[in-house]
């Protein structure tokens, strides 16, 4: 069965760095595009990134432009979002979450990471 | 960018009863429109994508419609399973989700 499984949340200080990592299971991983997605406590649904299934393309919510970076490497079968310069503004549960045929819905997602950006 | 507006934010419903969320984008998205429920402290699950197509192992309950810029989500009959907030996604241009609808009892 399809899995997907967040780590590397924590709490971090505004202006540091963080980097999340999704790995993934019961599936072709290098078939497939990859978003992440989040979710701030008590808010609604947020697209961050996609990256396309060979890696060959990224792109990025304006929020995280320049300051966050979508990669993946086929041979682990792993996601990751390298998180620079972070604000509070970004603290959130963070899912990763597959592309579907490249159509830019999700079906499957991981169970999220949370993020806390706080002094 | 697109942008998505649900309605209602919230509704009270009961077991058995019909209910419809509306979504109305922005400009039109010609039915690339995904629906997804969430439950507290867990991830969001995919209902209906492309406007009206059921993901596999979704109870037939659930049904979507629409065209153009208007957009339904429609439970006929309420379960006990089905309380939770629920976003519509439009995948004409990027990603843009709703900002949500919670079906309370």
């Known amino acids: 069965q399809v899995q997907l499984v967040e780590s590397g949340g924590g709490v971090v200080q505004p202006g540091r760095s963080l980097r999340l990592s999704c790995a993934t299971s019961?599936?072709?991983?290098?078939?497939?595009?990859m978003h992440w997605v989040r979710q701030a406590p008590g808010k609604g649904l947020e697209w961050v990134a996609i990256?396309?299934?060979?890696?060959?393309?990224?792109y990025y919510a304006d929020s995280v432009k320049g300051r966050f970076t979508i990669s993946r490497d086929n041979s682990k079968n792993t996601l990751y979002l390298q998180m620079s310069s972070l604000r509070a503004e970004d603290t959130a549960m963070y899912y990763c979450a597959r592309d579907s045929a490249g159509d830019w819905f999700f079906d499957f997602w991981g169970q999220g990471t949370l993020v806390t950006v706080s002094s | 960018d697109i942008q998505m507006t649900q309605s209602p934010s919230s509704l009270s419903a009961s077991v058995g009863d019909r209910v419809t969320i509306t979504c109305r984008a922005s400009?039109?998205?010609?039915?690339?429109l995904a629906w997804y429920q969430q439950k507290p402290g867990k991830a969001p699950k995919l209902l209906i994508y492309g406007a009206s197509t059921l993901e596999s192992g979704v109870p037939s309950r659930f049904s979507g419609s629409g065209s153009g810029t208007d957009y339904t989500l429609t439970i006929s009959s309420l379960q006990p399973e089905d309380f939770a907030t629920y976003y519509c996604?439009?995948?004409?241009?990027?990603?843009?989700f709703g900002q949500g609808t919670k079906v309370e009892i």
């Open positions: 400009q039109g998205i010609s039915n690339s």
């Open positions: 990256i396309w299934y060979d890696g060959t393309k990224k």
């Open positions: 019961g599936f072709i991983f290098s078939s497939h595009g």
């Open positions: 996604q439009q995948f004409y241009s990027m990603a843009t």
